[in-house]
């Protein structure tokens, strides 16, 4: 062989040993990935979970009973309360989230004292704004939630529901707020409306013995 060919082979050994090492490096890569799985999903939500001791407090409860899902399903109240999320929010208040149903107003809780407070432990203006954004995201998607949550019981009582609500406000140092997602029509408990939706009314009927309306006795 002589120096041209050995100088040839040479070069070609050089060109191999990056392309066999950045194959290894693809491989092994690929390894660990393949054993690790996806990275998992940050939680946009999670700092809300966090304990602070703010003054006002919200509560949304939701009619989680039939006449309010109905056939076609769920109410959008999410959406529809949008605007007093963003004001809970504007305030900082801690904010608690369930839905109703039964006669006792059985309250299923979503989230119980999220804290909406986008400001504590977070001193970047661009960090705040975002974080203001998520709170008003987080809470509506708990609304949602609420608002597909299967019945604990049949029927809904709103009258209890609304004290089930105030109790759970008690204790708040500052404003207390308390949004009551309905239709309005209680079918259980003291405020049951179905009769009076329905038009029924009472009627005496005529004890035995009594004349007919409209006769007289006679002498």
Known sequence: MNSADIAAARAVRRRAVPTIAGALGAALMAGLLGACGEAPRLD??????????????????????T???GPAGARDYAHSVGALLTSAVDRKDTVSVGSFSGDSAQITWIAKDRSA???????????????????????????????????????????????????????????????VLTDGLSTTGCADLRAAASGTRARSRPSPGSAPP??????
């Open 67 to 69: 006449s309010v899902s």
């Open 117 to 179: 407070d986008w400001v504590k432990d977070n001193h970047n203006e661009i960090n705040q704004k975002k974080r203001k954004q998520q709170a008003v995201s987080c809470l509506t998607d708990l609304v949602d939630k609420a608002g597909r949550a299967v019945p604990r019981s049949g029927g809904s009582n709103v009258l209890a529901a609304l004290t089930a609500g105030a109790s759970s406000l008690e204790g708040a140092a500052g404003r207390r707020s308390l949004v």
């Open 214 to 219: 409209g006769t007289r006795h006679r002498p």
């Open 44 to 65: 946009a939500c999670a700092w809300m979970k966090d304990p602070v001791d703010t003054a006002g407090r919200t509560v949304v409860l939701v009619d989680g009973s």
